[in-house]
């Protein structure tokens, strides 16, 4: 039986997805709605963790209630669902996907962004075809990825794990990544900062195409 081929695992929000901008307006008018003060891409970046509401905690020196975080999280929703339509693929990466398929190998999508939202987003950016398996959020936000990073790999059928890399921009990606007994590379283009993400102790990269050719040779 033929070994199974490398396997890229792509997060979308921040990653194949360039929308770090629509984050931080949606996020600055999620703050506004409860009195917090706006926020810079640099403080973001330096602060943002998973699950959200750990995030706030840091921004505000405690946990939000549970009626905040109800307002914060739909206002965020909201906001985001309007700025998103400003946003596009990141730099180089219709070309990356394009030529990881045509190598004969596997790439697909995990995203903590709202599965009903993320399918047609995919499909009118023209790259549905790319992926053996495009999948969002299905639950509440806000949570964790590595439970549905094992239940992703798993459904996947002939992906080996130990042939899988995940490239994303946070560290829970990485997180994620090695619950679900696979490698991970992080770029640093989206809601992280290179401090942060390199406390993963993971290959941090600047650009998709650096991150592609460093999941090439750990997959091998």
């Given at each position: 039986?033929?070994?199974?081929?490398?396997?890229?695992?792509?997060?979308?929000?921040?990653?194949?997805?360039?929308?770090?901008?629509?984050?931080?307006?949606?996020?600055?008018?999620?703050?506004?709605?409860?009195?917090?003060?706006?926020?810079?891409?640099?403080?973001?970046?330096?602060?943002?963790?998973?699950?959200?509401?750990?995030?706030?905690?840091?921004l505000m020196g405690r946990l939000p209630t549970e009626a905040e975080w109800l307002v914060m999280d739909a206002t965020f929703h909201?906001?985001?669902?309007?700025?998103?339509?400003?946003?596009?693929?990141?730099?180089?990466?219709?070309?990356?996907?394009?030529?990881?398929?045509?190598?004969?190998?596997?790439?697909?999508?995990?995203?903590?962004?709202?599965?009903?939202?993320?399918?047609?987003?995919?499909?009118?950016?023209?790259?549905?075809?790319?992926?053996?398996?495009?999948?969002?959020?299905?639950?509440?936000?806000?949570?964790?990825?590595?439970?549905?990073?094992?239940?992703?790999?798993?459904?996947?059928?002939?992906?080996?794990?130990?042939?899988?890399?995940?490239?994303?921009?946070?560290?829970?990606?990485?997180?994620?990544?090695?619950?679900?007994?696979?490698?991970?590379?992080?770029?640093?283009?989206?809601?992280?900062?290179?401090?942060?993400?390199?406390?993963?102790?993971?290959?941090?990269?600047?650009?998709?195409?650096?991150?592609?050719?460093?999941?090439?040779?750990?997959?091998?």
């Open positions: 039986m033929a070994k199974p081929t490398a396997h890229i695992v792509w997060d979308w929000n921040g990653t194949l997805f360039h929308d770090i901008d629509a984050v931080i307006a949606a996020t600055n008018s999620a703050f506004a709605e409860i009195g917090l003060e706006p926020i810079t891409l640099e403080r973001y970046r330096e602060l943002y963790c998973v699950p959200v509401p750990r995030f706030y905690e840091r909201r906001y985001y669902t309007e700025h998103r339509a400003g946003c596009g693929l990141a730099e180089g990466a219709e070309t990356l996907l394009a030529s990881w398929q045509a190598a004969g190998r596997s790439q697909s999508i995990l995203s903590m962004f709202g599965h009903d939202e993320l399918i047609p987003l995919v499909r009118d950016l023209g790259i549905a075809s790319r992926f053996v398996r495009v999948e969002g959020r299905t639950g509440p936000s806000g949570g964790s990825k590595s439970a549905q990073m094992v239940r992703h790999l798993a459904a996947l059928g002939r992906v080996d794990p130990g042939r899988t890399v995940v490239i994303g921009d946070a560290v829970d990606d990485a997180v994620a990544a090695r619950d679900a007994g696979a490698r991970a590379v992080l770029y640093t283009g989206g809601s992280h900062s290179r401090s942060s993400l390199t406390a993963a102790g993971v290959p941090v990269v600047d650009s998709l195409t650096e991150a592609v050719q460093v999941a090439e040779e750990i997959a091998a």
